[in-house]
């Protein structure tokens, strides 16, 4: 029989940054996305929002120990506010140990495995209506004859794609002018600081290539090690740069298929039949498709100055912008 996985995402109705540092500071949670709304990849319509929610958490993800829950300000206040609190899972008549209590401004009660499915379910299903309800699009609706209204269809949630992608878009600007700066000659493109360093060339196309490199080894659960012993050299800038183009193109494409279930599926790095590391897929697209490109763009930075080339602005000022 196969097995059956369940995300549970709470809404707030304006007090999620409440909650998750309450939820942090009771029960040890961490926070491991966060978006607001002003962070949305696509506008907001107009009228959606209550005034004020612009800062407020449109998605947001968090664990604790191996459990990984959802949550969300939603679109509306909430009627009531009567406090945080979390549930003591109990199965035949006994609270589950070792789950500190619920702490200082919070409450905690026991409350049925049923009962906490059950609510779970209920949240994910009302996140789900609130997202695709008033959609009048082929894939994501239906229209009734019979009522005269639109009919959400049931599709995968795929927030944490949305998170992840939002991310890469406001990087991929600052990205290509670092790459954009590398000087065009020749000898730029196979100098390099140290005999065991890449050339500026080998590390512009590192670079360039990487967020489709990454992803495409997200898409399987188990992959090995690239082969690093050699390193591809580009005969020119523009070589670089179009195919930056083409990876950006890839990751936009891409991304967004991969639903939440399986961004948090496990990803294994395999090599020789020996397990090297196992991690969520999201948590493998953080580290080293966003990350791993910050890296080597501030290593480039480095390469620009010594080059003599101006070094663009990123997170504030440079000493040449």
């Known amino acids: ?12 109705g304006g007090r999620c940054d409440e909650a998750l540092a309450f939820y942090g500071k009771a029960i040890g949670a961490k926070v491991q996305t966060l978006m607001r709304f002003s962070e949305s990849p696509e506008p907001i319509p107009a009228g959606v929002l209550p005034p004020g929610f612009e800062s407020k958490v449109m998605h947001a993800q968090f664990s604790v120990g191996e459990s990984s829950v959802m949550a969300s300000d939603g679109c509306e206040e909430a009627a009531t506010f009567t406090g945080f609190s979390r549930a003591h899972g109990r199965q035949r008549g006994r609270s589950r140990s070792g789950v500190p209590r619920a702490g200082r401004g919070g409450q905690g009660h026991d409350a049925s495995r049923q009962d906490l499915l059950v609510a779970a379910f209920r949240d994910v299903h009302r996140q789900v209506r609130r997202r695709l309800d008033g959609q009048r ?5 239906r229209h009734s004859a019979r009522t005269n209204r639109t009919i959400p269809r049931r599709l995968p949630m795929h927030a944490i794609a949305d998170v992840l992608l939002a991310e890469f878009e406001r990087e991929l600007p600052t990205t290509r002018r670092f790459l954009e700066r590398v000087p065009a000659t020749s000898e730029a493109l196979l100098w390099r600081p140290h005999e ?19 992803l495409r080894l997200a898409q399987v659960d188990e992959a090995a090690p690239p082969d690093f012993s050699t390193r591809h050299q580009p005969r020119s800038l523009d070589e670089v740069l179009a195919t930056f183009d083409e990876s950006a193109a890839f990751v936009r494409a891409t991304l967004p298929t991969i639903d939440d279930a399986r961004m948090n599926g ?7 039949g020996h397990e090297l590391m196992t991690m969520p897929r999201a948590t493998f697209l953080r580290s080293v498709l966003l990350n ?6 501030g290593q480039l930075g480095v390469y620009l100055r010594l080059l003599g080339a101006k070094v663009p602005s990123s997170y504030g000022p440079s000493g040449d912008e």
Do not use: D, K, N
Not at 1 to 12: E, H
Not at 137 to 141: D, G, K, Q
Not at 292 to 297: D, E, G, K
């Open 292 to 297: 791993h490109c910050y890296h080597h763009r």
């Open 137 to 141: 699009h082929p894939l994501t609706s």
């Open 1 to 12: 029989m196969a097995s059956t996985s369940i995300q549970p995402c709470l809404t707030f």
């Open 196 to 214: 065991r360093s890449m050339t500026t060339g080998q590390l512009a196309h590192h670079i360039a290539a990487l967020s489709e490199g990454v």
């Open 266 to 272: 496990p990803w294994r790095l395999v090599q020789g």
